[in-house]
Each structure stands twice: as C-alpha cells, then as structure tokens.
C-alpha cells in the first residue's frame, strides 16, 4: 500500500491536486483564524470537515464573511477531488497507473539485481535480445534506452529499465553495471555504440561487451574501442547476438551415455542451473559432427523428448544406432549463469561415471571414440 501511493505521488497529475488541496486547506484554515477567531487546530479541523462534505455540526461559523467562506471551500473541495479523481480514472485507463507501479517493482530489482546483463538499446534487435536471454537462457535484463517509448515497452514487458542516455555514466551506474556479467550495446546508431562500449570498458575492464554495428565501419571502431565480439547486424540473428553474449559462460561437456539414460544426464545439468544450447554426435571417421541446435531450460522438455520416443518407436531406434556409431558418445554446449553451477555439473557427472572430458577437440574425441571401440 505505501508503494502504490509512493507510486501515485510521482504522477505530475496527482501531485498537481495535492498541490492545489493542501493550499486551499491552509489558506482557509488562516482565513478561518482571522474570521471567526477559533484556535489553529480548529480551523483545520473544521476546514478538513468542510472540503470533504462531512459537516459533522460541532463547529460552526458565526459570521457572514465565515459562512460564505465555508460555501466557497465546500465546492472548491469538490471540484478539486473531482478533478483528481477524474485524473487517476484517465491513469487507470490509459496504463499509466500500472505502468508506473510496474516501475516501482522494477527499479527495486535493479538495486538487487547481480550476474546481470545490461541491453543498451530496445529496439527491434535489442527486444528480441532482451527475451531470448530472460524467456530462453533465465538470465536477468536490465534494458537502458533513452527514448520513453521504447522505456515503457521494456517495463509493460516486465523488464527492469533505466531511462537515460547509455553515454553517460551515471545511466550505467544506475543499471548497476559493477554487478553486470556483460553487456550487449545495441542503440542502432554505430557511433553511440563507440561511445557506450568505450564507456562500458572504462568503467570495467572485464565486463564481457557485445557491440551490434550497422556497418562495417562501425564494426571496426567497436573493435578499436575495446567490443569483446562485434557483430554486423545484417550478418547475424537475434540468436547469434545472444549467443555472443552468453559465450564466457558457454563450455563443451563430452558424455557417454545411452539412449535411455537421457533423462538421468538432463536432470544432472538443469538441476545444477545449466540449459543445453546443442547437441553434437559423431560418425566417425568423418570429423564433422552432426550438430542439432536446441535449447533445452526444463525437465519438462526433457520428458516431453523422452514420451515421443516411447511413442515412436522408430525414432528411438535411429537415435539409438546414431549413438551406437560412436560408442554413444557425444558433446553438450551447456550455458550456465556462473562459474559454481558450471562446476557442480561436472562434477555430479563425473561421479555417475558420463563425464568424458571438457571443451575437447574433434580430434581428441574421435581417438576417445577409437579407444573406446577397441575395448
């Protein structure tokens, strides 16, 4: 309840009639004094029962000049409240309420918010960026944009904004960027992006900043401005800016496993906080993997997999010989949202006895399969 009226004392309308209700309620309450010669306090009391229609009786003006003052509050009061309500109705109506106690919520989290990542820019690129990492990977958005529309879309979307320039440091401060695990400046103007990457890196030096440019030369000078990953807009997706920006916590985990123990391993690596970006599978002698892109944040995608190969029954079988051509051996891109969470995975896996090896190479890998076939 303090919050939301926190909240509406921010709405210029409900301060402008809060403004304009306390000054009609001293001045008459000094008038009131000069007029009919009560105490202060009366006079307030009496002015407060008037402007709110009470009239509880108790008090009551003796002169003329009280009595045609008392008229006078009495409707001003009113059309006053009128007025505010009238105000707080329009609010209701247009989203403005909602958007503002929405605001309230979001600017706490903001302050409690670590292992961020902070999306400069909420445009067309920077809100597809925004949901991929929040829907798809869980990870904390906290959205920066200057412009108010673009602000108030990040906040009806549920995410913690700031409004302000990106430029400036104390916009990025406000984003609590000493806590943020990275960075990905998309503004949509390239020199913008310069600035905020230089910026971003002045301020922290490891933060992991991923610059999204409309040309190739704006590409280069990101570089030069110290952009960890640079990516040409009309080169790339959505996914592949994400995937940029979730690089420092992506690895390679290598198992061996069977069909049927699919569940046992998905359970090991999202019970421990990490979402699978993609499964690669080996036919050796050939070095190229076989690489299926999925993402896969929940057991209840794992269960749903596991149902359609109980149902189908010849899926199972191919997925089956696909394993059995590499001694059921294959690798996991896992992404994890720290370093513990990336630890306890490999570790409860190499205790069930799955864990191959860690961000291996194709060669390393094709001799584990080699060895493994002459056992």
């Not at 929040?134 to 879309?153: G, I, L, M, P």
């Given at each position: 309840?303090?919050?939301v009226l926190r909240t509406l004392l921010r709405i210029p309308a409900v301060r402008?009639?809060?403004?304009?209700?306390?000054?009609?309620?001293?001045?008459?309450?000094?008038?009131?004094?000069?007029?009919?010669?009560?105490?202060?306090?009366?006079?307030?009391?009496?002015?407060?029962?008037?402007?709110?229609?009470?009239?509880?009786?108790?008090?009551?003006?003796?002169?003329?000049?009280?009595?045609?003052?008392?008229?006078?509050?009495?409707?001003?009061?009113?059309?006053?409240?009128?007025?505010?309500?009238?105000?707080?109705?329009?609010?209701?109506?247009?989203?403005?309420?909602?958007?503002?106690?929405?605001?309230?919520?979001?600017?706490?989290?903001?302050?409690?918010?670590?292992?961020?990542?902070?999306?400069?820019?909420?445009?067309?690129?920077?809100?597809?960026?925004?949901?991929?990492?929040?829907?798809?990977?869980?990870?904390?958005?906290?959205?920066?944009?200057?412009?108010?529309?673009?602000?108030?879309?990040?906040?009806?979307?549920?995410?913690?904004?700031?409004?302000?320039?990106?430029?400036?440091?104390?916009?990025?401060?406000?984003?609590?960027?000493?806590?943020?695990?990275?960075?990905?400046?998309?503004?949509?103007?390239?020199?913008?992006?310069?600035?905020?990457?230089?910026?971003?890196?002045?301020?922290?030096?490891?933060?992991?900043?991923?610059?999204?440019?409309?040309?190739?030369?704006?590409?280069?000078?990101?570089?030069?401005?110290?952009?960890?990953?640079?990516?040409?807009?009309?080169?790339?997706?959505?996914?592949?800016?994400?995937?940029?920006?979730?690089?420092?916590?992506?690895?390679?985990?290598?198992?061996?496993?069977?069909?049927?123990?699919?569940?046992?391993?998905?359970?090991?690596?999202?019970?421990?906080?990490?979402?699978?970006?993609?499964?690669?599978?080996?036919?050796?002698?050939?070095?190229?993997?076989?690489?299926?892109?999925?993402?896969?944040?929940?057991?209840?995608?794992?269960?749903?997999?596991?149902?359609?190969?109980?149902?189908?029954?010849?899926?199972?079988?191919?997925?089956?010989?696909?394993?059995?051509?590499?001694?059921?051996?294959?690798?996991?891109?896992?992404?994890?949202?720290?370093?513990?969470?990336?630890?306890?995975?490999?570790?409860?896996?190499?205790?069930?006895?799955?864990?191959?090896?860690?961000?291996?190479?194709?060669?390393?890998?094709?001799?584990?399969?080699?060895?493994?076939?002459?056992?």
């Open positions: 309840m303090v919050s402008r009639s809060l403004v304009v209700l306390s000054s009609i309620l001293l001045t008459s309450t000094v008038i009131f004094h000069f007029l009919e010669g009560w105490p202060l306090l009366t006079c307030l009391y009496f002015t407060a029962a008037t402007i709110t229609t009470v009239g509880y009786g108790d008090v009551v003006p003796t002169t003329e000049a009280g009595r045609l003052l008392s008229v006078i509050v009495m409707f001003s009061g009113i059309g006053v409240a009128s007025y505010a309500l009238g105000d707080i109705i329009q609010l209701v109506f247009r989203g403005e309420l909602s958007l503002a106690i929405k605001e309230d919520v979001l600017r706490k989290r903001i302050k409690e918010v670590e292992n961020h990542i902070i999306v400069c820019g909420f445009g067309r690129t920077g809100s597809r960026v925004a949901r991929l990492l929040s829907e798809r990977y869980k990870f904390d958005v906290v959205v920066v944009d200057k412009d108010e529309e673009a602000y108030e879309r990040a906040v009806y979307q549920g995410f913690p904004a700031v409004l302000g320039d990106a430029t400036r440091e104390d916009t990025l401060q406000e984003a609590n960027v000493e806590s943020a695990r990275g960075m990905v400046v998309a503004t949509g103007d390239d020199r913008t992006n310069v600035f905020v990457t230089l910026l971003a890196k002045n301020f922290r030096r490891d933060l992991h900043v991923v610059a999204v440019a409309n040309s190739r030369e704006g590409a280069k000078m990101m570089e030069r401005a110290g952009a960890d990953e640079v990516l040409f807009l009309y080169d790339c997706a959505s996914r592949h800016i994400v995937r940029a920006a979730l690089s420092p916590t992506m690895f390679r985990v290598t198992v061996r496993h069977s069909v049927d123990e699919i569940s046992d391993v998905m359970w090991i690596i999202i019970g421990n906080g990490g979402v699978v970006q993609c499964v690669e599978y080996y036919t050796p002698p050939l070095k190229s993997p076989i690489r299926r892109d999925v993402v896969i944040s929940s057991m209840d995608e794992v269960m749903r997999f596991v149902k359609s190969l109980e149902k189908y029954p010849e899926r199972k079988r191919t997925l089956e010989d696909l394993y059995r051509v590499s001694e059921n051996v294959h690798t996991y891109y896992v992404i994890v949202h720290n370093e513990e969470e990336r630890e306890r995975i490999l570790r409860e896996l190499d205790r069930r006895g799955y864990l191959v090896g860690v961000d291996l190479t194709i060669d390393e890998i094709l001799q584990e399969i080699e060895r493994l076939r002459g056992e």
